[in-house]
């Protein structure tokens, strides 16, 4: 993660050299003095361009991995994710939303409060159409979390037919993108982030209980249902927080997460940390990607995961069916 940040902040337009970028890092730390560091001019571009985008892209990367090991963990599903549960698409539409009413400026208060709320609404659907107590099955829960989803997207469609003076703004946030001029994207998403996954880490050891059962659960003396609720808030705001900023990012709260319990086995308290730095890494990299491949074009981020995940869900699928 720490070297695909440096690659991130090295890249670009104006190339840096990775090892001066790495020096006036450390150089920024309180009682260090680093030589060799970036010249005035390249310094403004990676504190002012380059390192809020990379900040950002780690912040998303970790929310949208760390909830869905979350999201599968409490649902006991391999293939639950922040997009089959239709939480994207709630956070989607009231994103949305506040942009249309033209509350995109108005820092935590607008997009990101919107998006919560819709995207906590869509997740309480779904779990009530699929998942009503324990024995919710897998396909009706997908299913559920698919018509969430179609409906949420077609009051999304609604919403931009009326309101065309915004579309190229919501395209943009659709799309999904790491854009940010400063720091003020990272400074909204990163309360949440705080409350999100700290509240998942701390308690990672829970999911491993709740994976014996309800029955076995309580006998230990956990409350699995007051458990599951609070997971799913948190996860929750977590997604609604990494998609009112950077948009419909897909894929990487199921792709991460696999990719995680393959290699390190299926214990959450492995899983959650580990996801959470996978995740941050990959979106950043993919990031360097979408800036680079076609420079000076940039490709949305959510085209290059979708790119790289959509394979990686089918081969998941056939297993799985296998």
């Not at 730390?29 to 571009?45: G, N």
């Not at 995207?119 to 396909?139: Q, R, S």
């Not at 994207?185 to 509240?199: M, N």
């Not at 899983?271 to 890494?281: D, E, N, R, Y």
């Amino acid at each position: 993660m720490v070297v695909i940040a440096v690659l991130g902040c090295a890249l670009g337009p104006v190339p840096l050299s990775p090892v001066r970028v790495l020096a006036t890092l450390i150089d920024l730390l309180p009682f260090v003095t680093m030589d060799d560091t970036l010249s005035p001019s390249q310094t403004a571009i990676l504190l002012k361009l380059r390192l809020p985008r990379v900040a950002l892209g780690l912040l998303v990367g970790g929310l949208l991995a760390g909830c869905g090991a979350t999201y599968q963990g409490v649902f006991r599903n391999p293939l639950a994710d922040p997009y089959l549960l239709g939480a994207a698409s709630g956070a989607g539409l009231g994103a949305v939303t506040a942009i249309t009413i033209g509350l995109a400026g108005d820092g935590i208060w607008g997009v990101p409060l919107f998006a919560f709320v819709g995207a906590l609404a869509a997740v309480a659907l779904t779990y009530g159409l699929g998942a009503t107590g324990v024995n919710g099955g897998t396909t009706s829960l997908i299913l559920a979390g698919v018509a969430v989803s179609a409906f949420a997207s077609a009051v999304q469609t609604f919403l931009m037919q009326s309101n065309t003076e915004q579309l190229k703004e919501v395209y943009s946030w659709l799309l999904g993108r790491l854009a940010t001029s400063g720091w003020r994207d990272v400074l909204v998403v990163l309360p949440y982030a705080l409350l999100s996954l700290g509240f998942v880490v701390i308690n990672r050891r829970i999911l491993d209980v709740m994976a014996l059962g309800d029955e076995e659960a309580t006998m230990l003396g956990l409350r699995p249902n007051r458990a599951r609720i609070l997971f799913v808030l948190a996860a929750t705001l977590g997604t609604a927080a990494a998609v009112s900023v950077s948009g419909l990012i897909g894929f990487v709260g199921i792709v991460v997460p696999h990719l995680v319990r393959l290699v390190f086995g299926s214990s959450h308290r492995v899983i959650i940390p580990l996801s959470i730095i996978v995740g941050a890494a990959l979106l950043v990299g993919t990031d360097i990607v979408a800036r680079m491949a076609l420079a000076p074009a940039e490709i949305p981020i959510g085209v290059v995961t979708a790119f790289l995940g959509a394979p990686f869900f089918l081969l998941l699928l056939r297993s799985a069916r296998r």
